[in-house]
């Protein structure tokens, strides 16, 4: 196990040299220097968790929740922070994607 923590720790640490990660921190920063701004952007992401996984019609609270939070959106602070942060996700994503991809386990996705 200690040979995969090194690994592991090696990788982690060349994701944060990249890009997406230095761009996220740098605007993850941005947002702590507005008092409060953080928790909005809970609120924001916990409303948006619970309309993606409700069983009512989606496309109707999509249009609900764009427009209740199109002011908020519009606050490039917040923007420009969620925009890293999804190409942060996205990324990490991506590596998850490549390792059950190149490591044989006979897991089928198709059952």
Do not use: H, W
């Amino acid at each position: 196990m200690k040979e995969t923590e090194a690994i592991i720790r090696e990788f982690t640490e060349r994701l944060k040299q990249t890009r997406e990660y230095r761009q996220y921190g740098e605007k993850r920063d941005k947002v702590r220097e507005c008092p409060g701004l953080m928790d909005e952007i809970n609120v924001y992401r916990r409303r948006n968790y619970e309309m993606q996984t409700s069983e009512e019609e989606l496309f109707d609270k999509v249009d609900e929740f764009a427009k209740e939070f199109e002011s908020f959106r519009a606050n490039p602070v917040v923007e420009e922070y969620l925009q890293a942060e999804l190409a942060v996700c996205r990324m990490v994503r991506d590596v998850y994607t490549q390792i059950a991809e190149a490591i044989d386990l006979d897991i089928y996705l198709d059952l």
